[in-house]
């Protein structure tokens, strides 16, 4: 059965500071993994998506590496906001597994001005 | 183009009664997922459907929850009766095929139980 941990569960950091959020999942025959943001009291709103035959995916000041082999990606923030406030999700599609997103508990990230 | 559309946003409801969720999902995904999230933890998928069969239900407490998508497009989620322990976000989400492309997520509803 797969699992998703993220560590940290909570992070806080000041404005304009780089940031990496860890992820990292049981089983490495995963077919896709995806990052998501969650606002409170919101849904789930995709920030990036990486095929399993990928390595990383960049979108602005978001950098996602996926490292298939050891279970792990990381999503990096760079120059942190305080609108960067928000739930970090992690969820991967394992092989076999009729595409069920499983997903981990999130990172709690508090960006402060 | 418009998300994945989901009503009512925010319900409450007192335990042994009967609630009801729609789902619209984003026009031409044949896939639509309900997922159910708890306070500080990930979504759990509760069904999943390819157009109108319900293809992976595994999860879903099939003596008070049941789940319809007639014509292949919007779908309901039903609890009877409802139970205390079923407070929580009921998430709706769609996508063109399973696993090709990534989900996209409503806004959820929030239910609480008294």
């Known amino acids: 059965k797969q699992e998703v941990t993220q560590i940290p569960a909570a992070l806080s950091v000041p404005e304009g500071e780089n940031l990496v959020l860890n992820c990292s999942f049981t089983?490495?025959?995963?077919?896709?993994l995806q990052w998501f943001r969650q606002d409170p009291g919101k849904g789930l709103t995709s920030l990036l998506l990486?095929?399993?035959?990928?390595r990383e995916q960049t979108s602005g000041r978001l950098n996602a590496s996926l490292d298939k082999s050891s279970g792990r990606s990381t999503l990096y923030i760079a120059a942190s906001q305080p609108g960067d406030s928000a739930t970090y999700l992690c969820?991967?599609?394992?092989?076999?597994?009729?595409?069920?997103?499983?997903f981990g508990k999130g990172t709690l990230l508090t960006v402060n001005p | 183009e418009a998300g994945v559309v989901q009503s009512p946003r925010y319900k409450i409801i007192e335990k042994k009664q009967p609630v009801a969720f729609w789902c619209n999902p984003i026009?031409?995904?044949?896939?639509l997922y309900w997922y159910l999230q708890n306070l500080g933890q990930g979504p759990e998928l509760l069904i999943r459907?390819?157009?109108?069969?319900?293809?992976?239900d595994s999860q879903l407490p099939k003596d008070r929850f049941s789940a319809e998508r007639l014509k292949g497009v919007d779908s309901t989620l039903k609890i009877q009766p409802a139970e205390l322990g079923d407070s929580a976000v009921y998430l709706c989400?769609?996508?063109?095929?399973?696993?090709?492309?990534?989900?996209?997520f409503g806004p959820g509803t929030r239910l609480t139980v008294l």
């Open positions: 989400a769609s996508s063109l095929s399973p696993a090709s492309v990534e989900q996209f």
């Open positions: 089983d490495s025959a995963i077919y896709n």
């Open positions: 026009s031409g995904h044949n896939t």
């Open positions: 990486i095929q399993s035959s990928q």
């Open positions: 969820a991967v599609i394992s092989g076999g597994s009729n595409y069920k997103l499983t």
């Open positions: 459907y390819e157009n109108e069969e319900a293809v992976d």
